[in-house]
């Protein structure tokens, strides 16, 4: 069965050094995996996309990278700041399937 | 604004009472689904619909009915709750055809 693991449940970083958060799956070929930011108590935001055929893609101080070999996309946050603090999920999709979730990654940037 | 709007935000009630949560998005999105998420469990699909009068199982149904007579409404009914469905509910939507979700703003949802 598909399954999608994100690297650790918690993690804990300095401000202003960069954050990777790690998602892996397994048992399916995706075109393409969404990142998404929540903060306690409110629902997911979108933040990034990237396709199946992208390395790389940026926004701001995020980077997304995609590499269908490994089965894994990492996510970036460069010059973290404590309101960087959240958790953030990824979903893998491919065609028109409904979108699943790993279970997070609960980033705090410590001043 | 565009917005996914859920209703009630917080909810407590009793084994076996009726209940319903409101969903309702202003964006005429035609894919609406719910989701649950429960700690160490992340978010796990309940039902989706790909359109009016359109609607399909996710991977936790069980207990759970949706309708979907309008394509801005999509609500959640608990015909009989029981405490395994204390749990925080959201709803979200998106246009068919295309990959962002929009979420609602959640429904804590406690069954005693």
């Known amino acids: 069965s598909q399954k999608i693991e994100q690297n650790s449940e918690a993690l804990n970083i300095q401000e202003g050094k960069t954050a990777t958060l790690t998602c892996n799956y397994t048992n399916y070929s995706p075109a393409y995996l969404q990142w998404y930011r929540q903060d306690p108590g409110r629902g997911p935001v979108f933040l990034l996309l990237i396709r199946e055929n992208e390395k790389e893609k940026r926004k701001e101080r995020l980077k997304v990278t995609f590499d269908t070999t490994l089965k894994q996309s990492l996510f970036h946050i460069t010059a973290s700041q404590p309101a960087d603090s959240a958790t953030y999920l990824c979903a893998p999709r491919s065609g028109n399937t409904p979108l699943v979730f790993g279970k997070g990654t609960r980033l705090s940037v410590i001043a | 604004e565009a917005q996914v709007t859920q209703n009630p935000r917080y909810l407590i009630t009793v084994t076996g009472k009726k209940l319903t949560v409101t969903c309702s998005q202003n964006m005429n999105h035609e894919y609406m689904s719910w989701y649950r998420q429960d700690p160490g469990l992340g978010l796990r699909q309940i039902y989706y619909?790909?359109?009016?009068?359109?609607?399909d199982k996710g991977d936790v149904p069980e207990g759970y009915k949706v309708s979907r007579k309008e394509k801005r409404n999509f609500p959640l009914i608990l015909e009989s709750p029981s405490p395994n469905q204390t749990s925080l509910y959201f709803c979200?939507?998106?246009?068919?055809?295309?990959?962002?979700?929009?979420f609602g703003a959640g429904t804590r949802l406690s069954v005693l």
């Open positions: 979200a939507s998106r246009r068919q055809g295309e990959i962002i979700q929009y």
């Open positions: 619909s790909m359109n009016v009068e359109v609607t």
